[in-house]
């Protein structure tokens, strides 16, 4: 039978609050802890970490509700065992390659807050189903944010703006170029960069499309329809504004999937033929058109005449290369903060732009296999309940946000990551509760 829903108590509000807290404040996290940071300077490290230690608060709340409710049961999941599992193979590297003890604190939080608030959310939604109407609605807000903000990046805002609160090369730059070219500038947003910012989107956009695709958006007033028209086109203006490459291509297979597994069946044939031939085409014209200002800039990303002299691309590759080469001859990694901003406080920074290659440096081969078995369990439980339009959202952009991690450790970004597992484990959550309590009602 469905987990019984009694009237909410002081720790069961106390809880709920400190998720949606970190749920909603994590899409302002880059702005306010800049800001924040700038007036309160002695206390700037506890002001980065004020979502993984609300995520602490929110764990010793949950762990007293489960013992009083007596549902200590629920922490037998395959949804809290396989996290607790990686998350402890941190914690027992940590002895083993400790050197600056600032980055290994710093790398731990980056690498399993987004697991633990996955696991929290899945909880959570299992204790308080309604919680899932909440949280896509507190989802609805972030991306409006996200997006309108976008739209005055765009249309309204210098370039340098978020200067104003503290932004700069010291914090987080207020605006990058593509390969230092000025004619093209990529856009924030309120996130911490241009690619987080088109991972972002991929996310929002999915959201989008499952929700239009599954009819949820026909019965809501016309002004909320008008509202929802102009975040989309935020979304979208960030996700072309963000310059991002592996985002554009995130965003069109997340869509791509979602189309595919909602209306798929019912476009005719000759329409798929038609849909390979643009995109061979369009190949072709970029192919073609490769010497033009336009592609060489914001689609290949090298423009030798305007341009750097080192180009992303050359980065990507040097990294592809340099983690392949640490990946092998270091099978237990180089230990929790080691790589990624958590390694510029040691004496010998490291920057992997790929996802899977930076967890193989922390936490070696085991610690991959163990990230990539239990990412994989979470899209197979999408898309066994991909018939749910918010599991068919997750997963289709949680693909696309994989493909990104191949170009850019995209786990690493606070606010696409616990928005991304947060939404999944509400969306694994929701459907199993709803599921088995349908269950329940027939067999009674």
């Known amino acids: 039978m469905g987990i019984k829903q009694p009237a909410l108590g002081v720790l069961d509000k106390l809880f709920i609050t400190l998720m949606a807290t970190i749920f909603i404040g994590v899409v302002l996290h880059a702005p306010l802890t800049v800001w924040l940071g700038t007036v309160f300077p002695s206390a700037e490290l506890l002001i980065k970490a004020w979502k993984e230690v609300l995520m602490i608060v929110s764990g010793a709340v949950l762990v007293i509700i489960l013992m009083r409710r007596r549902q200590l049961q629920l922490l037998k999941s395959v949804w809290v065992i396989l996290p607790a599992t990686y998350v402890l193979l941190h914690v027992i590297f940590i002895p083993f390659f400790i050197t600056h003890f600032g980055a290994v604190l710093t790398g731990l939080l980056i690498d399993v807050r987004y697991i633990i608030y996955f696991t929290l959310a899945v909880l959570m939604v299992r204790l308080y189903p309604d919680t899932r109407r909440l949280f896509l609605w507190l989802f609805v807000v972030g991306a409006s944010i996200v997006g309108i903000f976008s739209l005055l990046q765009i249309l309204v805002l210098p370039p340098d703006f978020l200067k104003i609160i503290g932004y700069n090369a010291q914090t987080i730059q207020p605006f990058l170029t593509v390969d230092q070219n000025p004619e093209f500038v990529r856009i924030n947003s309120t996130l911490r960069g241009p690619n987080p910012l088109g991972a972002f989107a991929v996310i929002g956009l999915a959201v989008a499309a499952?929700?239009?695709?599954?009819?949820?958006l026909r019965s809501i007033p016309i002004h909320i329809k008008i509202t929802v028209s102009i975040v989309i086109a935020?979304?979208?203006?960030?996700?072309?504004f963000s310059y991002s490459r592996s985002a554009k291509i995130a965003a069109i297979a997340?869509?791509?999937?979602?189309?595919?597994?909602?209306?798929?069946?019912?476009?005719?044939?000759?329409v798929w033929v038609g849909v390979v031939a643009v995109v061979f085409a369009l190949i072709g014209g970029v192919y073609a058109a490769r010497e033009t200002p336009f592609v060489s800039n914001v689609v290949l990303h090298e423009n030798a005449s305007t341009g750097s002299v080192v180009t992303s691309n050359d980065d990507h590759l040097?990294?592809?290369v340099d983690g392949t080469e640490r990946l092998v001859r270091q099978p237990f990694g180089a230990g929790i903060g080691s790589t990624g901003s958590a390694s510029l406080q040691t004496d010998d920074p490291l920057i992997i732009e790929n996802q899977y290659l930076y967890i193989a440096h922390e936490?070696?081969?085991?610690?991959?296999?163990?990230f990539a078995v239990l990412f994989i369990a979470i899209i197979v439980e999408l898309w066994r309940w991909r018939g749910d339009w918010l599991a068919l959202a997750i997963l289709a952009s949680g693909i696309g946000l994989a493909f990104i991690g191949v170009l850019l450790p995209v786990w690493a970004d606070d606010t696409v990551s616990i928005i991304?597992?947060?939404?999944?484990?509400?969306?694994?959550?929701?459907v199993y509760d709803r599921t088995i309590i349908k269950k329940a009602k027939r067999t009674a």
């Open 318 to 320: 040097a990294s592809l």
């Open 363 to 370: 936490v070696g081969w085991l610690g991959l296999a163990l």
């Open 210 to 216: 499952a929700a239009i695709l599954r009819g949820k």
């Open 254 to 270: 997340a869509i791509g999937l979602v189309i595919l597994l909602t209306i798929g069946r019912k476009i005719n044939r000759w």
């Open 420 to 430: 991304w597992w947060g939404m999944a484990g509400i969306a694994i959550g929701g």
């Open 234 to 240: 935020g979304l979208l203006a960030a996700l072309w």
